[in-house]
């Protein structure tokens, strides 16, 4: 059974970092590429990061060069390590699954979600 356990979500000040988890079980990310995403209210759904099976990265625009994206095989796990947050990364963080080994496969599992805020 396939599950993505999202932590590490909480309330910082701008300028702050959080670092996220997504704990993978039920297949390994030798071979599917994860993703996170983040939804706003009254915003769309955006693709922030994303690693390859091959351990290729991508990022948004908007978070490239404080956002890094990371993996431990070990321990299943993909990590999002968010520096220089700004107030307009306020968002529910997803951890998504790709249905394939990169990137541009389409999402087909995702966790609950962790929310984000930052604010002073």
């Known amino acids: 059974q396939v599950q993505l356990v999202e932590s590490g979500g909480g309330l910082v000040q701008p300028g702050g970092s959080l670092r996220l988890s997504c704990a993978a079980s039920g297949f390994t990310l030798d071979y599917y590429a994860i993703g996170w995403f983040r939804q706003a209210p009254g915003k769309e759904r955006e693709g922030v990061s994303c690693i390859s099976s091959d351990g290729s990265t991508y990022y948004a625009d908007s978070v490239k060069g404080r956002f890094t994206i990371s993996r431990d095989k070990a321990k299943n796990t993909v990590y999002q390590q968010m520096n220089s947050l700004k107030p307009e990364d306020t968002a529910v963080y997803y951890c998504?699954?790709?249905?394939?080994?990169?990137?541009?496969?389409?999402?087909?599992?995702w966790g609950q979600g962790t929310q984000v805020t930052v604010s002073s």
């Open positions: 998504v699954r790709k249905g394939g080994s990169s990137c541009p496969f389409p999402d087909d599992y």
